[in-house]
């Protein structure tokens, strides 16, 4: 078998290989040799990082599984900053949770990658050399290799991230994911809206980011350290509870008091709440999401990549890998749910329901599936807020694949349409080209009306099936996993959050009531957008010429959504729970819970027995979603009809709420950033009437101060100067007497200085 | 001369009997450790023997002269005095009532003070020299443990009253005289303490017994020789160096005839001339008996078997023929130039001198503690080394000057030297 | 040669021709009678060295023998007379260069 | 040891008072017929030229200063010469040392002409 | 008795001769006293038993430097009159000179000089003699074994406890550095007098 301890020792590789690609692709852009060589670059360097991940997953797979739970094998730690009495240590923290992650990072990214070397081929001609007017192919490779520089960065990152032993250097690669997805989102520089969505997202990350970094900070200054290893230990632990609740003055913060005006919270929900601040931000739930449907401006591999697979998921790892803190903010038995989870289960559900509301009145294609995301990822804090620990990182690894497949899905049809468009033009020659193009009004007021030009507009596609039969079937087959359909990945996932939601609220949490009831609504709500997407984009008959001509797109494009859709199909199989009828057994009963339980620190992670309602349920809530879709979008061709079927169905002002996202980004708008420019101008008004003031008053004092010194000046230094002079004249004057130049003279007074001497001696 | 020196030994014997007498005074006062005669006892005992020790000499100073006269005379293939009593003898006495007679005539130009004092002030170094010298073994009038020493040091205090009196008598010639005299005798003086060092080191001590008692066979001490025989350059050295000091031919500058009338004494006449010329012979008696005692053995007798001779006898011998030596000098070489006279002293003893010190130090420590015989054996060696280097050295210097003398003359004579030689050639 | 000499006889003789011959050095117009009077206190120190010498306990151990004081006295001796020989000739280029020997000439350095 | 310096002492009292009882007595017996002639200087039968205190060449001073200096030089070789057996052979080396450095002034002095007469 | 009479009489030549020097008019006769005077101090030396400096003060002082005085008094020798011999500054002079011989001398009396223990009384000489045994014997050890041998070689009759012995040692050992050093201070003088005078 694989040695298990030497690979997890030489883990830190891992993060190398990419950074090692992305160096290699900066020297080549240096040596002005971009291009295609770079590509090949970083899928060679992402594809030896996920094969090592996945190796070392397969290794942590074997039996040792169990007790590398329990000692994670932490290879080489180096010293990396001195602080005060230890170091803070720099490392790899191989455990089943990072194993399998960082293999799911290195299967997606890498299919991305490859998908990403043919659909970023659009860059080469893109840009026009302003002067000369034709294509500036140079500038175009540059282009195209920046691209997979910033990619292998971020795989980088990712990966770091995910492996570190530490939270300060977790936080370090979170820094650099964070940079990475603004980069990747203002990749398209000259958009104006691109430059705008990356700033955007860089701006509400930071915001949680700030409470990651507060809790960090207020971890170390608590407990000493911030090595997982040691927060981990049961004492750590239980000395983070005995802290208590703070009652408001906190001391110890640099040797003074500081009021908090936080009563009663105790620091360990105190310090949970802060971390989970860093995951809303990062993963986009409910107050910080307004950045991830902006993001969508980036090229679909980053959105497929970034906002799907892996960064948005990075804020659930996070909660995953703190999970002890988060639980043992209840006072008593882990299975209690303590205060902050809690408010985690509160907001993921919320979420979850709000963006899949949201997701069902979008027209972008690539805007419903963020908002698909951002449903998802409340499914996955709502399953952690109540302790669902094993469903919901297993829904995090199926929800990246199916998720990364229906964005490169919908890549494909982007690329198709745009391709359509180009020859609709050729061929057409100028024939709609003045009267023909006509923007499909919504027919909706405050809903845009749907532009001629923009490819990811749903409303100008239909009809896709037959044109591109195989994103066709793989995004269906995506859909169907993140619908829920049984079989498929996304039903054994999301079912088992339900299920645990149902059997604790068996255990009497309102929570979990609460939890289940909105999860199985979005769940319907889910299967009815996704329906809807499907029907607009592939059934019914072209709504535009673009959509008619659109072609298949290139074959490296195509085999990794046969790939991903492959996993999105079989990966819910591992983790088919035991008690499920026919399955169960067949499969082993649930290898993936055994493999993941034993990191909870209470070791004995008990299954309840299998529960069939909240699986019919949550089936049931498909069907009906499916049905509806159908229903509203599937019989008859988009293009005909003048206003969307569900507009007329919600009525009109409910969906315009939902398509303009219920305004949250207004009232962002409204209140913070206008809030801010008030704060601005008040500041520059007070800086210049209050400062100056005093500035001028400062310099009027002075003039009069040096008046009075000059005056002091004449009148006595120039007194004592000729005193001086007059005194030292007498001096010498006196002197010259002495000076005679007879040598007796001298002598004589020599022997008078002896004679004092000898009186003095004598009397 | 040869009469003449049967009338010392008659001079001896009458002394002896006075000797005998005064032994009986001098042993009396004979230092044994712890007699504490009384200071009255002193003082009456050092008169005695000062009178005694003045009358002596001043008799052998008269004699002296006489003796000189007759010898020169006979050296010069005359009689000299024998007019005056049987032989001349009273030919001195004459000489003394002369001096005393005759008028004493004081310039007025002289600076009263000094022109007196200077006269008056040559006798008495003159005689106080004498009072380290060691007649027999306990025969000695004070000995001091630095009789060397102090023999030479009052030698040099005879420096002054020539000074005096060529200063005192306001006289060009008798001032010029005196700077000549005082520097010859300040000249000739180093050489001369230099050259008795060596005698002080192979003795190891200053005061003249000790130094009779190294020399001769009565007695253990270290040589046992005479040091003329281990130091015979150092001894010729003394003999020059004691003529010049005496001022006696050949360097005799300082009142010759010839040159500056009578040198510092021009202006001095009768008795104060004759004090002059007193101390003179004085100076010669006490440097021939310090000679004798340094490098002769003083009262040693040459052999052991000898010893029977009372040591006084020995000592009167040795002196007369110094004594003898001088005047002999006198008779026989001519005066030195100044130029030759002062370059002899400082360009020629001065560093024989010097060489001949460090050798004798280098062999006393080689022979240190050896038998007379080895010691002498050793020292002939080495003196004989150093007469030949000398020897050698002094050809070779007249050789240089002979080949430099040529070329002095003026080129007409070298053209005339030359052409002979071809001629001749 | 009963009742020895007490020390301070002789350190009051010595002090005695020190002062005198400070009285010379300082009041003598010609340059030869200064350098007389340090000749005389030159001797007035010899004095007391050489009574400290007879007199003073040597400390045991210190000098080999305890002739310090006489090594001593004999060194200023040999000074004096290299101070006289330089000092003299030093009169005697001045009186050439100035034809006076007066102290008081030979007030300024220059010329 | 006493007696001794005593005796010096009263030798030269003695020796002192010699040449002036002589002179006691010549001025007894030498006539004295003071002329004025007969007491002017005498120069040859000359008139007297100038003062007698003429200036003289340095070249005196120049012996007087060598003598005095070679003169100190003696007074260190006599206690040398007499502790000579009783040192080491170290004494004998110490001395040349000595003597080398003063004859290095014998051979300036030498070189330098002082010592010639003019 | 005797010995305080000599020490009186030659304490007196000295300092007479001093005032000689000082009060005389002219230079060369000043001189004279001040020859006078050394002789006093040699007698000086005489008495406190210091035979060897006794010597040397006679034949350096009196028969060298004197020379050396009356030589410069001659050849620097300008017209007669020499009106005054002392300069303004003499009273002062006299005064302050006058004091100082008074401080040295209450100092003298009062500090309590140590004396050596073994001068306890007799002559000068015994003195010596007891101490240049017992301090030759013991301070003189290896090193100078010979000397003492020496001494103790040559018969009593001789005065050999002449202490020029003991002074030889001491510069030949003890101070050979300042014996050789000067050497280089007559060297020096040598050179630096001749290149004066020589005009």
């Not at chain 1, 409340?378 to 964005?407: D, E, S, W």
Request: glycine share 10%; aromatic share 10%.
């Amino acid at each position: 078998m694989l040695d298990l301890a030497a690979l997890a020792a030489n883990a830190w590789l891992v993060p190398l290989f990419t950074a090692l690609a992305f160096v290699i692709i900066l020297v080549q852009i240096w040596t002005g040799r971009g291009g295609r060589g770079s590509a090949y670059t970083a899928i060679a360097g992402v594809a030896a990082s996920g094969a090592y991940s996945v190796v070392l997953f397969l290794a942590s797979l074997g039996g040792s599984a169990a007790e590398l739970s329990r000692s994670p094998a932490m290879s080489r730690t180096m010293d990396w900053l001195p602080l005060g009495d230890g170091y803070l240590r720099f490392g790899i923290l191989v455990d089943p949770l990072g194993a399998a992650t960082a293999a799911m990072v290195g299967i997606a990214c890498l299919m991305i990658f490859i998908y990403s070397s043919s659909y970023m081929g659009a860059e080469f001609e893109r840009y026009t050399d302003p002067t000369s007017g034709e294509v500036d192919r140079a500038l175009g490779r540059a282009r195209y290799a920046r691209f997979f520089a910033y990619v292998s960065l971020f795989a980088t990152g990712m990966f770091g991230f995910v492996l570190a032993s530490n939270l300060v250097q977790a936080l370090l690669f979170w820094e650099i994911m964070g940079l990475c997805s603004f980069l990747l989102i203002g990749f398209w520089n000259f958009k104006p809206s691109a430059a705008q969505a990356a700033k955007k997202a860089f701006m509400t990350t930071r915001i949680g980011d700030m409470g990651l970094f507060i809790g960090i900070m207020m971890l170390f200054a608590f407990l000493g350290t911030t090595d997982y290893a040691s927060l981990m230990r049961p004492e750590s632990l239980a000395r983070l509870q005995a802290i208590g609740p703070i009652d408001g003055w906190l001391s110890g913060m640099l040797g003074y008091e500081v009021y908090i005006p936080l009563g009663g919270v105790s620091v360990a929900a105190l310090v949970a709440l802060c971390l989970f601040g860093g995951s809303i931000g990062k993963s986009a739930q409910f107050p910080l999401h307004v950045w991830l449907p902006d993001a969508m401006e980036g090229p679909t591999p980053v959105s497929a990549m970034i906002h799907a697979a892996t960064m948005v998921s990075a804020g659930v790892f996070l909660i995953a890998r703190l999970y002890p803190v988060f639980a043992s903010a209840t006072v008593d038995h882990p299975d209690q749910i303590s205060g902050a989870m809690y408010a985690v289960a509160a907001i993921g559900a919320l979420t979850a329901l709000l963006a899949a509301t949201i997701g069902m009145a979008q027209y972008d294609i690539k805007r419903v599936l963020a908002f698909s995301t951002i449903s998802q990822l409340g499914y996955m804090v709502m399953a952690l807020g109540i302790g669902a620990y094993v469903a919901a990182v297993f829904h995090l690894l199926t929800h990246a694949f199916f998720k990364a497949l229906l964005f490169l899905g919908s890549g494909s049809v982007i690329h198709g349409v745009e391709h359509g468009m180009h020859e609709g033009h050729s061929h057409g020659g100028g024939q709609d080209a003045g009267a023909g193009h006509h923007d499909r009004q919504s027919g909706i007021p405050g809903v845009a009306a749907a532009d001629a030009h923009d490819p990811q507009d749903m409303r100008n596609m239909g009809g896709l099936a037959k044109r591109m039969p195989l994103t066709y079937v793989t995004f269906l087959a995506g859909t169907l996993a993140l619908t829920g359909v049984p079989v498929f990945s996304g039903f054994w996932s999301k079912d088992e959050i339900l299920s645990d939601a149902f059997h604790k609220m068996g255990d009497g949490h309102m929570i979990a009531l609460v939890v289940w009831v909105l999860g199985t609504t979005a769940a319907f709500v889910t299967a009815f957008y996704m329906a809807r997407q499907v029907f607009m984009v592939f059934a019914g008959p072209p709504s535009t010429d673009a959509a008619a001509h659109a072609p298949e797109s290139a074959p490296a494009m195509v085999y990794p959504l046969v790939v991903l859709s492959v996993f999105a199909i079989l990966l819910g199989l591992i983790g088919v729970p035991a008690a499920f009828p026919v399955l169960g057994p067949l499969l082993g009963g649930n290898p993936f819970h055994h493999y993941m339980g034993h990191l909870l620190s209470g070791g004995a992670f008990e299954t309840h027995a299998f529960n069939a309602l909240p699986a019919l349920a949550s089936v049931g809530a498909a069907a009906t979603g499916w049905g509806l879709g159908y229903a509203l979008y599937g019989r008859r061709p988009a293009a005909a009809r003048s206003r969307d079927p569900l507009a007329s169905v919600i009525g009109a002002p409910l969906f315009r709420l939902l398509n303009r996202k219920y305004y949250i980004d207004e009232i962002y708008d409204a209140t913070f950033i206008r809030g801010s420019v008030a704060f601005a101008k008040l500041n520059a008004w007070f800086d210049r009437r209050a400062v100056d003031g005093a500035v001028n008053g400062a310099s009027w004092l002075g003039s009069r101060g040096a008046s009075v010194n000059g005056w002091i000046d004449s009148r006595i230094v120039d007194g004592t100067v000729t005193l001086v002079a007059m005194v030292s004249s007498e001096l010498s004057r006196w002197m010259r007497w002495l000076q005679t130049g007879r040598v007796q003279q001298y002598l004589l007074l020599a022997f008078v200085g002896v004679l004092i001497f000898l009186a003095m001696n004598v009397l | 001369m040869l009469h003449a020196l049967p009338l010392a030994e008659s001079l001896a014997e009458t002394t002896t009997s006075l000797s005998g007498w005064l032994t009986g005074l001098f042993s009396g006062t004979a230092p044994e450790p712890g007699a504490s005669s009384s200071a009255a006892g002193i003082i009456v005992a050092s008169v005695l023997k000062a009178t005694v020790i003045v009358l002596i000499v001043q008799i052998g100073m008269l004699y002296a002269t006489w003796g000189e006269r007759k010898i020169i005379g006979r050296m010069q293939d005359r009689l000299g005095p024998n007019r005056v009593g049987l032989f001349g003898l009273a030919q001195p006495f004459a000489d003394m009532i002369k001096m005393l007679t005759k008028e004493d005539i004081t310039p007025t130009a002289a600076h009263k003070w000094v022109y007196n004092l200077g006269a008056i002030l040559v006798v008495p170094p003159a005689i106080i020299g004498f009072a380290v010298v060691a007649l027999d073994r306990n025969l000695i009038a004070a000995d001091l443990s630095i009789g060397a020493l102090f023999f030479f040091a009052i030698g040099s205090t005879a420096v002054m009253p020539i000074f005096m009196a060529g200063w005192g008598s306001r006289n060009k010639y008798a001032l010029l005289g005196a700077m000549r005299a005082v520097a010859q005798v300040v000249s000739y003086e180093i050489p001369q303490v230099l050259s008795i060092v060596g005698v002080l080191l192979l003795a190891g001590t200053l005061s003249m017994n000790g130094l009779i008692h190294s020399q001769g066979p009565i007695g253990d001490a270290f040589p046992g020789v005479w040091f003329i025989l281990l130091q015979p350059i150092g001894f010729v050295i003394f003999l020059l160096a004691t003529t010049a000091e005496i001022e006696r031919t050949p360097f005799d500058i300082p009142e010759a005839e010839s040159e500056i009338i009578a040198g510092y004494h021009t202006e001095y006449a009768g008795i104060k001339f004759g004090l002059f010329y007193l101390a003179l012979y004085f100076v010669t008696i006490s440097a021939s008996a310090v000679g004798a005692i340094l490098f002769l053995g003083g009262w040693q007798p040459p052999f052991a078997f000898l010893a029977g001779i009372p040591g006084w006898i020995w000592m009167t011998a040795k002196t007369l023929a110094l004594v003898f030596v001088f005047m002999w000098l006198r008779g026989t070489l001519p005066r030195l130039r100044v130029d030759q006279l002062m370059a002899f002293a400082w360009k020629v003893l001065v560093p024989i001198s010097l060489v001949n010190l460090m050798v004798t130090g280098l062999l006393a420590k080689l022979v240190a503690g050896r038998a007379p015989l080895m010691v002498f054996g050793a020292f002939t060696v080495a003196n004989v080394a150093m007469v030949a280097l000398l020897i050698w050295l002094v050809a070779g210097w007249r050789r240089f000057n002979a080949a430099r003398q040529i070329t002095f003359e003026r080129p007409a004579v070298q053209a005339v030297g030359a052409a002979l030689r071809r001629g001749a050639a | 040669m009963e009742a020895s000499i007490p020390l301070w006889w002789y350190l009051l003789v010595a002090a005695a021709l020190f002062g005198t011959g400070l009285f010379g050095a300082l009041s003598r117009r010609n340059a030869v009678g200064v350098l007389m009077g340090i000749e005389l206190m030159l001797n007035g120190a010899n004095i007391n060295a050489v009574a400290f010498w007879r007199y003073i306990a040597v400390p045991s151990g210190a000098g080999l023998n305890g002739m310090d004081g006489q090594v001593f006295a004999i060194m200023v001796i040999a000074l004096a007379a290299a101070e006289a020989a330089v000092g003299l000739a030093l009169i005697i280029s001045i009186y050439r260069n100035r034809q006076s020997v007066l102290v008081e000439d030979f007030s300024t350095m220059r010329g | 040891m006493g007696e001794n310096w005593a005796f010096v002492a009263i030798l030269t009292v003695i020796a002192l008072t010699i040449p002036i009882l002589g002179i006691l007595a010549a001025m007894v017996l030498a006539p004295k017929r003071p002329g004025t002639i007969k007491n002017s200087t005498y120069e040859c039968g000359l008139e007297t030229v100038g003062d007698a205190w003429v200036q003289f060449k340095v070249q005196y001073y120049l012996y007087a200063l060598i003598f005095v200096l070679f003169d100190v030089e003696t007074v260190f070789l006599y206690p040398w010469a007499v502790a000579y057996q009783s040192l080491p052979l170290l004494a004998l080396f110490e001395m040349i040392i000595f003597l080398l450095i003063l004859g290095i002034g014998l051979v300036y002095a030498w070189r330098k002409g002082a010592l010639e007469w003019i | 008795m005797m010995e305080m009479l000599a020490f009186g009489l030659v304490a007196g030549v000295a300092v007479g001769g001093a005032i000689g020097v000082v009060a005389a008019r002219n230079v060369f006769v000043s001189a004279l006293w001040l020859v006078l005077s050394f002789i006093g101090v040699a007698g000086i030396y005489a008495i406190l038993g210091a035979d060897f400096l006794a010597a040397t003060q006679v034949l350096i002082y009196v028969g060298a430097i004197s020379v050396l005085i009356l030589f410069a008094v001659m050849l620097t020798h300008h017209v007669m009159g020499d009106e005054r011999s002392n300069n303004r500054q003499a009273f002062l002079a006299f005064i302050v000179s006058s004091s100082v011989v008074a401080a040295l001398g209450v100092l003298a009396y009062r500090t309590d000089w140590p004396i050596r223990p073994a001068d306890a009384g007799g002559s000068v000489v015994t003195a010596m003699r007891g101490d240049l045994a017992g301090s030759s014997a013991a301070s003189t050890a290896a090193q100078t074994g010979a000397s003492t041998a020496l001494t103790s070689t040559v018969d009593l009759a001789l005065n050999q406890d002449s202490n020029v012995v003991r002074l030889g040692q001491a510069l030949m050992t003890e101070h050979l550095l300042s014996f050789e050093i000067i050497s280089l201070v007559l060297l020096v003088a040598l050179i630096g007098a001749i290149v004066i005078a020589r005009d």
